[in-house]
């Protein structure tokens, strides 16, 4: 435990040396799919987060009853349990513009492809039947990941702090950053978590907790911010990342803003 300790150190200040090169950084929630009016989470809204050239795509993770991992932001998918749900029968139902419902494997797949600027930030949902199943999705995740050879330009995030307490015992070098928002930047680093991703509003009410980031070496991140207004109040603050249903308007807001 004392050697994992100092290896996870050591990586915690390695990975926030690349990742905090990024200045307000654009993160497209459930990718780029609003202005197009494509679905939330298809390979299509990844694909045209890509050709944006964004600096990151947000996508969702659950595991079927036959233990396929999907990407989905809802815990249904067409009023099926997606838990209790096997894969075969889910993917009778098609995505709005023709798609499948599309797998962990076949999304990372695409987000390797010509991307050489998009991080995928990998959101693992907690799980409705345990926390162990959640857990134990969440290292799935990451062994896919790994196996797709794609862990260097992933990240994980989840609103369940014991999913990246179990990835950071099977992975030291990965960057985590936690959703929920009820730990300071000090607790979270405590526990060789990277980043906190938090409601906007919950570093409005918390506005210590910025500098308190920034002095500790974590990542920032807020989410969803999709008004103007909103988006300035962060950019002013300069965090690292912000994730947004409209990057479009975020990227006009940093241009005004420079």
Known sequence: MKNFKIVSSLVFVLVFSLCNAQKNAIVAHRGAWKKNNLPENSIASLRHAIDLKLPGSEFDVWRTADDSLVINHDAHYNKL??????????????LSN???LPTLHEYISEGKRNNKHTLLVCEIKPSEISKERGQK???????????????????????DYDILKAIRKVDAKTSLQYLEGNKSPKEVKADYINGVDYHYSVFQKHPEWI???????VLLNAWTVNEAADMDWIIDHKFNYITTNEPELLSERLKIKK
């Open 98 to 100: 023709g798609e499948k």
């Open 211 to 217: 500098q308190e980031a920034k002095d500790n070496k």
């Open 81 to 94: 349990l997606i838990e209790e749900t096997n894969y075969a029968d889910l993917i009778k139902f098609k």
């Open 137 to 159: 999705t969440g290292v799935a995740a990451v062994e896919t990941i790994k196996k797709l050879k794609a862990n260097k330009n992933t990240c994980y995030i989840s609103f």
